[in-house]
C-alpha cells in the first residue's frame, strides 16, 4: 500500500473472517471480503443484534485479532502486532465509547477523562489542563469533580466521549452510545460525536435507524456480511 | 506509580468489603504475632539455659543428692568446700545450696532452698539454668539475708493457697520435724517464712521448690554442710581445667556434675515449641493468604468490565496488574494493622488460652502445665515488629493475589467487556 492508499483508505480490511467456537460448533461472527474507511467523518455501522457489528468494531480496536485476514489501520498491519504494540495501539490510536459509559466509580468526571493520558506518561499539570478543556467541550467543565454515580447518563457518555478523546487519537469507535439513554440525549450525543468527527474518524455502531440517519456514511451488516455501504441520507 | 495509587484508592470503595476482609485478615495476623511473641519467649529462653548452664558445674557429695532429711541420701560437702573450690584457677564463681525435703500429700514433697540472697536460683532437675521468672510479689535481695522470707514455685504455692494473680506477702509454716517414707524427721522447731514473691519455672517440679536466705535454712535445718555447690567457670572452654582443679582440692568426696543433659532436654523442649510455633506461623499466614486470594479473585470477578475497560483505554497489563496488587496490599496492611492493634489489646488475655491449645499438647506432662508461665512474653509495641507485620502484609498479599492478577493479565479486553 503507497502512502496515498495509506491516506486514502485510512482503514482496510481484506478477506477477513473472526469465528468462535461454542461447544461443538463454529460460528461465524464476521466475514468481509474488502471494506475501506476514510480517515475523517462519522461511520454508523448498522444491522441487528449478532450481525457482527460489535465484533467488527473490537477488531478495528484491536481489542481482538481476526482468525484469518488482514485488517490495516491507520497503516498499522494489526495482527503482526505484539500484545505490548496492541496496547500501544489502543492508546495512542483508538478511543472507545461504549454504550454503559464505563466510568471508573471511583474516580470523578476529571480524573476519568484525564486517565487515558496517565497511560501515555503526560505530565500531571497537562493531563489536569486537557481533562478540563475537554469537559469544558462536551459541556461539563462544572462538572469536572463530581464522581459518575453523580452524573446522569447522558452527562457520563459526555464524559466517555471526553475520556475517548484524551489523547487526541484518530480513531473514535462508539459502541451503541446511545443505546441507554433517552432520546434527548442520545441527540445530543450524536451532535457532540459528528462536532468530533470533523478531525477524525468516528465509527458508531447503532442499531437505531433514525439516528444512523444523522451520520455520513452507512455501512450495514447482517450475518456478519456486509450487504450495502453508503452515504446516509442526511449526508446527501 | 499513579495504578498504584489507583490501586490503593481502589481497597477503600467498598468499606464493607474493606472491613469485613480486613477483619479476616487481621485474626490470621493476630494468631501469628502471638505465634511470632511465644516464638521469642522460647528463644530467648533457650538463649539464658545456653548461657548459663555452658560454663557451670554442679558439686554433691559423692553418690548422695545432698539433702538434709533424704533418706539414705542425706550426705553433704563439707562447708569447708566452699573455700577450695573458689580458689581453683578459672573459678569464678561459687553458689553453695542447701536443701531439705518437705512432704506433701500423697507422698509428693518440695524442696526447701537455703541460698545466699542474690545468687542464681536453680530448680531441681533440668532447671540448672536457674532464675525463673517472678510471676507475683518481688525476688529475694542481698537486704533480704538474716530474714525469714521466702520465694515460693507457683505449684507449691497451690498447696499454701496462695494465689499469683491476688497476691499479698502471707505466712507459711516449715516444720524439720515432718516427714514420710523418704523423709526422715529432723530436730528442732517450726518456723514462720514470709513468702515475698512466687515465680514460674516452667515444669512441675521446678515449681515446687521454696527459696530462703540460707542462714535462715540453718536455723531451720540444723546443719552447716553444703547440699549442692554451683561453680560458675569463666569460659566454657576451660571447664574441663576446673574439673580437674576440683578433683585435686576435694579428692572423691565429691561427684562433679556438668548439667548439661538437663540443658539438652529443655533445649529438646525448646526445640518442639519451636517447631509448634513456626507450624502456627506458616498456618496463620496461610490463613492470610487465602483470605486474600479468594478476596481478589472475587474482586477481579465484580471488576472484569472495569479491568477490560482500562485494557481498552490502553492501559498496559503491567500497569493492570500493579494496581490490583496494590488493592490487596493495601487491604492486607489494614488488616494486619488491625490485627496488629489486637495484639496490644488483647494478646494479654488469651495467649495462655492459645498456648494451651496449640503448644501444650506437644510437651511432656510435667511441662504441660507450667511453662507457659516461665516465657517472658511481650506485647508491646515496636518498631522491627510493625516491620515485620509490614513486610510479611506485602509478601503475603502478593502471594495472595498473584493467581488473581496472572488471570487479570492474561484476561482478553473482549472477553472482560463480554457483558458490554
Known sequence: MNKQNVERAFIELNNVMKEYRRGADIVVALDLEHLEIDARGLLGVIGPSGSGKSTL???????????????????????????????????????????????????????????????????????????????????????????????????????????????????????????????????????????????????????????????????????????????????? | MRMFLYGFRNAFRNRMRLWVVAILIALPFFFFLLMQALGSAVSEHLDQLQRNVNNTLQLRASGSMGHVNMVGSDTMLLAEAVEKVRNVEHVVNVEPYALAMDPMEGGNFAIIVGLRPGDAKRLESHGEAGNPRIIAGRDLTQADVGQPMGLIGQRYAQWFNIDPKSFQETEITLDPRRSNNVIFPLPGNPQKIRIIGVYASGYVFGDLQLFIPLDIFREIYPTDGISWLFVTVDEARNVAAVERGIREALGDSADIIAPKSGAAFESSIAATLNRVVRGGIALTLSLAGIVIFFTMMIVAGERIREIGTLKALGASNRGIVAQFVAEAVALSAVGATLGFVFFTLLSGLVTRRVFTLTAAPFLPAEYRETLFESLNLSFGLSSPLLLLVLVTAFAVAVLGSSYAAWKIAHLSPVEALRDE
Open chain 1, 57 to 236: 468494531l473490537h477488531l478495528l480496536g484491536a481489542m481482538d485479532r481476526p482468525t484469518r485476514g488482514t485488517v490495516v489501520v491507520a497503516g498499522q498491519e494489526l495482527e503482526m502486532l505484539k500484545p505490548v504494540e496492541l496496547t500501544r495501539f489502543r492508546r495512542e490510536t483508538v478511543g472507545f465509547v461504549f454504550q454503559s459509559f464505563n466510568l471508573i466509580p471511583n474516580l470523578t468526571a476529571a480524573e476519568n477523562v484525564a486517565l487515558p493520558m496517565e497511560f501515555t506518561g503526560r505530565p500531571k499539570e497537562e493531563r489536569r489542563r486537557r481533562a478540563l478543556e475537554l469537559l469544558e467541550q462536551v459541556g461539563l467543565g462544572h462538572r469536572a469533580k463530581h464522581r459518575p454515580h453523580e452524573l446522569s447518563g447522558g452527562e457520563q457518555q459526555r464524559v466517555a466521549i471526553a475520556r475517548a478523546l484524551a489523547n487526541d487519537p484518530r480513531l473514535i469507535l462508539a459502541d451503541e452510545p446511545t443505546g441507554n439513554l433517552d432520546s434527548q440525549s442520545g441527540q445530543m450525543i450524536y451532535k457532540l460525536l459528528k462536532e468530533i468527527a470533523g478531525e477524525r474518524l468516528v465509527i458508531v455502531v447503532t442499531h437505531d435507524l433514525r439516528l444512523s440517519e444523522r451520520v455520513d456514511r452507512v455501512v450495514e451488516l447482517q450475518d456478519g456480511r456486509l450487504i450495502s455501504q453508503e452515504a446516509s441520507t442526511s449526508r446527501r
